[in-house]
């Protein structure tokens, strides 16, 4: 299994100076990859629920630095680790200016860009953005078919019900034939239908084994009525624990946890079936130093078995 971790991107992490370090630190390490995640505000009277803990929206995600600016930083700060979105909401953008700025970054980083993509969960952000909250799953699936035809096409053409490209030439092509990978989040079985569908793979969240693997059966399940290969699909875990110094009980792990605890259920990962897990600690650590230490800790726990 693949190991990543989050590129400092929000509250006291969000830093162009530390974002460039951190990459390079986290390279030199052993990380396999580095995943940027898209917040753009904070309300203060939050439309829907954090989708985790109490509910409550972490205080941090007020600063947070745009992800394909972060990556970019940590592309040009590194030579060979993979660079990965967890999750862009992608609906905030028109798809033929997305796809340019995608291809953008797949070029500078030599074809190292996984390309994930979310509905988010925040109506207030699409308040703001001036996208609507109903249609989501339909504006996801055309604007997939507007990046495919960008990324794929010698002319470039499309017409659906949100979207026209009249017939063009769009010829800056990404380094990954014939496109980056997308990987799609999602917890609702249209969700993990369309993974399945037309998906390189799943982006999941850390939870309870059992229903981790269930949710994964129905992407898998998708990909063979679709004619697909369910075996080419991958599973990507983001894991965001707090890191305490003496052993959380075990029905509060990986929500919570020693490192060793954490450590624990990334190999449990593993062994269910992930192909990757990447570990988010902007919000269970106090110091620059600490996020790095930790993330050391990790790797080094891990690498050993």
């Known amino acids: 299994m693949r190991l990543g971790y989050t590129v400092p991107q929000y509250g006291a992490f969000a830093d162009p100076e530390f974002i460039r370090q951190a990459s390079t630190d986290l390279e030199a390490m052993g990380y396999d990859s580095l995943w940027a995640g898209d917040r753009i505000l904070l309300p203060l009277t939050p439309s829907d629920p954090y989708p985790g803990g109490d509910g409550t929206v972490p205080p941090a995600f007020g600063t947070f630095f745009d992800p394909l600016t972060a990556l970019t930083l940590a ?6 680790i993979r660079l990965g979105t967890s999750t862009l909401n992608a609906l905030w953008q028109p798809p033929v200016l997305l796809a340019r700025t995608l291809t953008s970054l797949d070029l500078l980083s030599h074809g190292r860009l996984d390309v994930g993509i979310g509905l988010g969960w925040l109506r207030d952000e699409y308040t703001a953005t001036g996208v609507p909250w109903r249609g989501r799953g339909d504006r996801l699936e055309e604007t997939l078919d507007v990046m495919e035809a960008v990324w794929t096409g010698e002319v470039v053409e499309h017409k659906g019900a949100l979207w026209t490209v009249p017939p063009s030439h769009i010829d800056l092509k990404p380094c990954q034939r014939p496109r980056p990978p997308i990987l799609l989040a999602g917890y609702t079985p249209p969700a993990l239908e369309r993974v399945g569908r037309r998906a390189d793979g799943w982006l999941s969240a850390a939870m309870p084994m059992a229903y981790l693997t269930s949710l994964w059966g129905l992407a898998l399940e998708a990909a063979s009525r679709a004619g697909r290969d369910p075996s080419a699909l991958r599973m990507v875990v983001r894991v965001n624990p707090e890191i305490t110094d003496s052993p959380a009980p075990a029905d509060q792990v990986p929500h919570a946890g020693t490192v060793r605890q954490v450590a624990d259920y990334l190999l ?18 106090a110091s620059r130093e600490q996020f790095l230490d930790v993330a050391h800790a990790l790797v080094t726990m891990l690498r050993a078995g």
């Open 75 to 80: 592309a040009v700060s590194t030579r060979e």
């Open 268 to 285: 449990t990962l593993a062994e269910a079936g992930a192909d990757e897990a990447f570990v988010d600690l902007q919000t269970a650590t």
